[in-house]
């Protein structure tokens, strides 16, 4: 159900993905910092098993749509997933 609305263009909530300052990630560089999803691992996990041809998206049509069957412009309207990057301290 997820999905199909995501599809539908429904609201999706932010996944948060929680940065650590590390001495041997290069410092302040945020890519290389180790992280941690905080919250929204079931809706990364369900678009990265779409991504992957796990499983497919029903709609509320009823209608089963698969990655693989989506062509570049409709991957290029897909509607974002917005990551938050928080930074909480390790305690």
């Known amino acids: 159900m997820y999905l199909g609305h995501f599809l539908e263009g429904g609201a999706?909530?932010?996944i948060y993905v929680q940065r650590y300052e590390s001495s041997e990630t290069g410092g302040p560089d945020w890519l290389r910092r180790?992280?941690?999803m905080v919250d929204g691992k079931q809706r990364f996990l369900a678009i990265?098993?779409?991504m992957?041809?796990?499983i497919p998206v029903e709609t509320t049509d009823g209608t089963l749509?698969?990655?693989k069957?989506?062509?570049e412009n409709a991957r290029?309207?897909?509607p974002f997933v917005?990551?938050?990057f928080i930074d909480l301290g390790r305690a």
């Open 12 to 14: 999706v909530p932010t």
């Open 48 to 50: 990265k098993r779409w």
């Open 52 to 54: 992957s041809g796990e």
């Open 76 to 78: 290029r309207s897909l």
């Open 34 to 36: 180790p992280m941690e």
């Open 65 to 67: 749509y698969w990655f």
């Open 69 to 71: 069957d989506t062509n």
């Open 82 to 84: 917005h990551i938050g």
